[in-house]
């Protein structure tokens, strides 16, 4: 299963210049565990809704006070829709995140989360199964080529 599959398409993102109260308010009204954070409509880095409380706690300043550019994730890690599932699991787990945004040719396309894999656990358990129960049909390069003895 690819990423393109499983991405939510619809990405909430906020300026880097933007406070984190604005961001915060953001996350809640649509329901998100985090948004994009863009420089001039580039994403630039993320901020999650654990990044935004460690920020409300190391910084005891109010969150009106705290632009977003100051406690966002960045360098931002993402990946393609052509990648496998399996890929962007692995580079979450490599990186310790949580959300991935989907981008091609530095274009935001979505994004991909641990939730959303867990949602889809299903479906790519049973792709793989059947994926698996065909591998006496796979051809491999050797099958394909003959070589004639000299």
């Known amino acids: 299963m690819q990423v393109r599959e499983l ?3 619809s990405v909430v993102t906020c300026d880097v210049d933007d406070s984190l109260a604005t961001a915060g308010r953001q996350m ?19 901020l999650t809704e654990t990044d935004a ?7 005891d300043r109010p969150f009106d006070d705290v632009a977003v550019h100051e406690v966002a994730s960045s360098p931002l890690e993402t990946v393609t829709p052509t990648a496998t ?7 979450m787990q490599r990186h310790d995140v ?3 945004p989907v981008v091609e040719q530095l274009e935001l ?23 698996d129960s065909r ?3 796979w051809e491999t390069d050797a099958d394909r080529w003959q070589f004639d003895d000299d």
Request: proline fraction near 2%; glycine fraction near 8%.
């Open 53 to 59: 409380l460690r920020a409300g706690v190391a910084t």
């Open 85 to 91: 599932v399996r890929e962007a699991v692995r580079q």
């Open 109 to 131: 396309r979505g994004i991909v989360t641990m939730s959303d894999v867990v949602f889809a656990y299903t479906d790519i358990v049973r792709e793989a199964r059947d994926a």
């Open 28 to 46: 809640l009204e649509e329901h998100v565990g985090s948004v994009v954070v863009t420089r001039d409509g580039d994403p630039a880095g993320i």
């Open 135 to 137: 591998r006496d049909r």
């Open 98 to 100: 949580k959300h991935l």
């Open 7 to 9: 991405a939510t398409e």
